[in-house]
């Protein structure tokens, strides 16, 4: 059982690229999530999914872009990016309504210089 | 203001010593309350889980939640070396695990 996978692991873009993080998940889960990591910040939700076709934002969303076609995957899409999207991302999956079932996936190290 | 609040530390304690830590927040509304342990590298893994007020054992983990104080604790007994890691709070107004709101982490040292 993989869980939530997450690639790529390491990434550097220049500003202005554009870029998807994948997500996927084998445990079936309806809710999944995409958070961004900063020093001394803690985790803050970029947006989530309840079901497929059913996004919403989250606390910090702005330059970023997702969808859910499928249960399993939920990409993220940088528009643009810029420097202060340097950050490590995590994916994470939960049932419904599952508070203590959520998982986390490994991150993604992105750098935009 | 942040709505969570945790003391990043480094926290430095002895093997076998209690480790404490806590949190303190701002929204009364949160309901479900979270410990994640992280190791360097790796995504959050979910320690403790905790609804309302009380405590909540498992282990040499110990979770209390103070609502009227709008405080959690952490409490972790006969401390290893494997412990070291950086630990976070999280919380939720629901129990829909699809947003939850995070502190910034206090990492552990557990030296032998």
């Known amino acids: 059982n993989a869980g939530v996978t997450q690639t790529p692991k390491f990434q550097v873009l220049k500003t202005g690229q554009s870029m998807t993080l994948q997500c996927a998940q084998d445990m079936n889960h309806e809710y999944m999530s995409w958070y961004r990591q900063d020093p001394g910040m803690g985790l803050r939700l970029i947006h989530y999914s309840v079901g497929a076709g059913i996004t919403d934002q989250g606390e910090v969303p702005n330059g970023y872009n997702v969808s859910r076609s499928t249960t399993e995957d939920f990409p993220l899409r940088l528009l643009s990016a810029a420097p202060s999207q340097t950050s490590v991302y995590f994916c994470a999956s939960s049932q419904v309504p599952g508070v203590n079932t959520i998982y986390f996936g490994e991150g993604s190290w992105l750098t935009v210089v | 203001q942040k709505e969570v609040e945790q003391d990043p530390g480094p926290l430095s304690v002895p093997e076998g010593a209690i480790v404490s830590l806590n949190c303190t927040y701002s929204?009364?509304?949160?309901?479900?309350f979270m410990w994640y342990r992280q190791y360097s590298r790796k995504g959050p893994e979910l320690l403790m889980y905790?609804?309302?007020?009380g405590n909540k054992e498992d282990g040499r983990f110990t979770a209390q939640v103070d609502k009227s104080s709008k405080y959690i604790s952490l409490f972790i007994r006969d401390s290893q070396p494997s412990d070291s890691a950086t630990y976070l709070c999280a919380m939720s107004l629901k129990a829909a695990g699809n947003k939850l709101t995070f502190g910034g982490g206090t990492r552990v040292l557990v030296k032998p």
């Open positions: 929204n009364s509304a949160f309901q479900y």
């Open positions: 905790t609804y309302s007020s």
